[in-house]
């Protein structure tokens, strides 16, 4: 089983940065994609990023060239760079190992 714990959520102005990061437990962490996922108010949860085990990447077309994923196997930790915040990019954000296990979200609120 894997656990994941989501920190670095927030309020940030347009424009601005954010770096959310996923801290995972168990022995499989480094065999899986991780991924970043959210959810806005009324709207479905989408994909933002993923990450395969070797580390191939890939975005959805709203985040390319603002967002980054990486991951560090020896800390069991994916993170999820952000940039160029718009307000669009509110939402809960959920990481996810392998589309299997999910962390409990953390709120990232673009807003002036």
């Known amino acids: 089983q894997v656990q994941l714990v989501e920190s670095g959520g927030g309020l940030v102005q347009p424009g601005g940065s954010l770096r959310l990061s996923c801290a995972a437990s168990?022995?499989?962490?480094?065999?899986?994609?991780m991924g970043w996922y959210r959810q806005a108010p009324g709207k479905q949860r989408e994909l933002v990023a993923r990450?395969?085990?070797?580390?191939?990447?890939n975005y959805a077309d709203s985040v390319k060239g603002r967002f980054t994923i990486s991951r560090d196997n020896a800390k069991k930790t994916v993170y999820l760079q952000m940039s160029s915040l718009k307000p669009e990019d509110t939402a809960v954000y959920y990481c996810?190992?392998?589309?299997?296990?999910w962390g409990q979200g953390t709120q990232v609120t673009v807003s002036s």
């Open positions: 996810s190992w392998g589309a299997t296990y």
């Open positions: 168990g022995s499989m962490f480094s065999y899986n994609t």
């Open positions: 990450i395969s085990s070797v580390g191939s990447t």
